[in-house]
Nanobody
Framework: VQLQAYGGGLVQAGDFLRLSCAGS????????MGWFRQVPGKGREFVAA????????KYGSSVKGRFTISRDNAKNTVYLQMNSLKPEDTAVYYC????????????????????WGQGTEITVSS
């Protein structure tokens, strides 16, 4: 599965932004798909993920209530709607997918995701 993320950029605090990530190659159906982010010098932080069926969704504590993940399985695409952006949301955002283990239970551990996109950068100015 190859993952290609789109939608990064420079925004102001309080703005919104939508990321999308298209999976190609082997179909990503029944994969958990989601997002991590990383700031230089820090580890990768779990942002959100959603199961293929949509009956399991999880958010990182720092984005809960502001970000919404969704997916269109017909298009092999996952989206991240980010509202009320803060300067601390500045990071490189990575699209991820996994078919390791359960297709329902979502983990926040980066090594549990075996497919990673190239990353898209988001900068939120104050």
């Amino acid at each position: 599965v190859q993952l290609q993320a789109y939608g990064g950029g420079l925004v102001q605090a309080g703005d919104f932004l939508r990321l999308s990530c298209a999976g190609s190659g082997r179909t990503a159906s029944r994969y958990i798909m989601g997002w991590f982010r990383q700031v230089p010098g820090k580890g990768r932080e779990f942002v959100a993920a959603r199961s293929w069926s949509g009956d399991s969704t999880k958010y990182g504590s720092s984005v809960k209530g502001r970000f919404t993940i969704s997916r269109d399985n017909a298009k092999n695409t996952v989206y991240l709607q980010m509202n009320s952006l803060k300067p601390e949301d500045t990071a490189v955002y990575y699209c991820v997918a996994t078919n390791i283990g359960s297709s329902y239970y979502i983990t926040e551990i980066p090594t549990s995701y075996n497919y990673w996109g190239q990353g898209t950068e988001i900068t939120v100015s104050s």
